[in-house]
């Protein structure tokens, strides 16, 4: 009767075994499912005071997309742009593949109007950000040099 339940014990453990071992195969092989773009941003600051949330002409943005697949087979973040509510959206740059939670891509608006961009990584669905209002702007040099201007960089909406 001993050898019986030995017998039985390491069926069960050699059936417990394989199942656990079957599911890590299959974690280890599955890209992630869900690979996307979960949030598009601008992180360079807008206009300020009375022209807070207003971007400017002639000055250069940073747009980041948050994705949750950067691995080494990670699908590529394409970024897209649009102006006045229009049908037809122009790149913005080339397609990105993602080292990092974050990838960014340059925005330098060259009209005023409602502007919108939206990324997606790979066919995934497409992530938006909310209408962005371009307004006439002045961006400070950045010069670089041994004196450091106030304002260096900064953006400057003079037409809202």
């Known amino acids: ?12 453990l050699l059936a417990a075994s394989a199942m656990v071992g079957v599911g890590a195969a299959g974690l280890m092989m ?4 869900s690979a996307a773009v979960t949030e598009v941003s601008i992180t360079t600051p807008s206009g300020f005071g009375s022209v807070a949330d ?15 697949d950067y691995s080494e087979s990670a699908a590529d973040v ?36 409602v502007y919108q961009i939206r990324a997606r990584q790979g066919a995934t669905a497409w992530q938006y950000t909310a209408n962005l209002t371009v307004g006439t702007g002045f961006q400070v040099p950045n010069y670089g040099g041994s004196v450091e201007l106030p ?10």
């Open 1 to 12: 009767m001993e050898n019986d339940m030995s017998m039985y014990g390491k069926r069960f």
């Open 30 to 33: 599955a890209a992630p499912a």
């Open 54 to 68: 207003t971007y400017g002409t002639g000055c250069e943005y940073e747009v980041a997309a948050t994705v949750n």
């Open 78 to 113: 394409e970024f897209e742009v649009t102006n006045n509510g229009g049908t037809t959206w122009t790149d913005l740059g080339s397609a990105a593949t993602p080292t990092e939670a974050t990838v960014t891509e340059s925005w330098a608006p060259s009209d005023r109007g």
């Open 151 to 160: 304002f260096a960089g900064t953006c400057f909406i003079l037409q809202p």
